[in-house]
């Protein structure tokens, strides 16, 4: 696949990754926020962590970083199935290719790495000289 095929691919996948990406944020955090902040807001207001519920316009930063996020991954997932599909990105489908025990170790694996990832993005976007 040439690079103008990618290209083509991922513009055509991209909107059906990004849709269905905004779909389980929306359900996701939305619906903790209901049910947190609306549905038991009497039962948990003496375990708020701050006093104060945050102004609507921190509010709203706060969904604009997380549609952000969603764009991102979004990208990022189109990019993974474009490159399966092209043979560029090797990913199995079933588990008979590798075993049970490859699937359990690799799941550890993904699941230590991104939590490494996490825990250092984090730590660094924290450092006065990156964060200004």
């Not at 990406?21 to 009497?42: E, P, Q, W």
């Not at 375990?47 to 921190?58: D, G, H, L, N, V």
């Not at 991954?73 to 290719?97: H, K, Q, R």
Request: hydrophobic share 55%; glycine share 8%.
């Amino acid at each position: 696949m040439c690079f103008s095929d990618f290209l083509v691919a991922f513009s055509d996948r991209y909107p059906t990754v990004l849709a269905s990406d905004f779909i389980r944020y929306a359900v996701g955090a939305g619906g903790v926020y209901v049910i947190v902040n609306l549905a038991l807001s009497g039962i948990l207001a003496n375990r708020k962590i701050r006093p104060k519920t945050p102004f609507a316009s921190q509010i709203l930063v706060e969904i604009a970083c997380s549609l952000r996020t969603v764009l991102i991954f979004a990208g990022i997932g189109t990019l993974i199935g474009v490159g399966a599909n092209a043979g560029i990105i090797p990913i199995y489908t079933s588990i008979e290719d590798y075993g049970v025990i490859w699937l359990i170790v690799s799941t550890i694996i993904l699941i230590v790495a991104h939590d490494a990832w996490f825990y250092w993005s984090h730590w660094l976007i924290h450092r006065p000289r990156l964060f200004r």
